[in-house]
Nanobody
Framework: VQLQASGGGLVQPGGSLTLSCAAS????????IGWYRQAPGKQRDLVAT???????NYADSVKGRFTISRDNAKDTVNLQMSSLKPEDTAVYYC?????????WGQGTLVTVSS
């Protein structure tokens, strides 16, 4: 399984950015797919996931600002981020679970700064 994250960059506070994760193979086969993030000096935390039979799950800190979606035709999962805050600055990692095994992408850096 390979997960390729893209879309990170520098954005001003209040701005928007969309991350994309391209998965090898059919994305619908994953039990869970989504995003985690790790800020400097902090642990890696859940941002948002989509799970089969459960639906979407968001960290409280991003509810109402971030939207996760899955494009089965392109085998990608996207994270639309709006109203970005400096505290959203982190490396964002694509994550997936298949057959009870966790897989991670290489991460993409999002910097929210004026």
């Amino acid at each position: 399984v390979q997960l390729q994250a893209s879309g990170g960059g520098l954005v001003q506070p209040g701005g928007s950015l969309t991350l994309s994760c391209a998965a090898s193979g059919t994305i619908s086969r994953f039990k869970t797919i989504g995003w985690y993030r790790q800020a400097p000096g902090k642990q890696r935390d859940l941002v948002a996931t989509i799970s089969r039979g459960i639906g979407t799950n968001y960290a409280d800190s991003v509810k109402g600002r971030f939207t996760i979606s899955r494009d089965n035709a392109k085998d990608t999962v996207n994270l639309q981020m709006s109203s970005l805050k400096p505290e959203d600055t982190a490396v964002y990692y694509c994550y997936a679970v298949l057959d009870r095994v966790d897989y991670w992408g290489q991460g993409t850096l999002v910097t929210v700064s004026s």
